[in-house]
């Protein structure tokens, strides 16, 4: 019997990096914060560090201001 394993995944500020295919084909990323906002999708890891850097601000002030 196969077991299925989930698809490797980092944190970072608080968000969420999934890899979406295999490791080391160039597969895409996808970036969401805790509170399950999707951020985007990328093509690397240091994309995905820096799109989580650009947005996490503006991202908490609009969850705290529909809080």
Do not use: K, T, Y
């Amino acid at each position: 019997m196969s077991q299925l394993l989930a698809p490797p995944c980092w944190n970072h500020r608080g968000c969420r990096i999934q890899l979406l295919g295999r490791p080391g084909e160039g597969g895409a990323f996808r970036v969401r914060h805790a509170s399950g906002a999707p951020l985007g999708q990328v093509r690397s890891l240091p994309e995905a560090r820096q799109l989580i850097d650009d947005q996490i601000l503006l991202l908490r002030q609009r969850l705290i201001a529909a809080a």
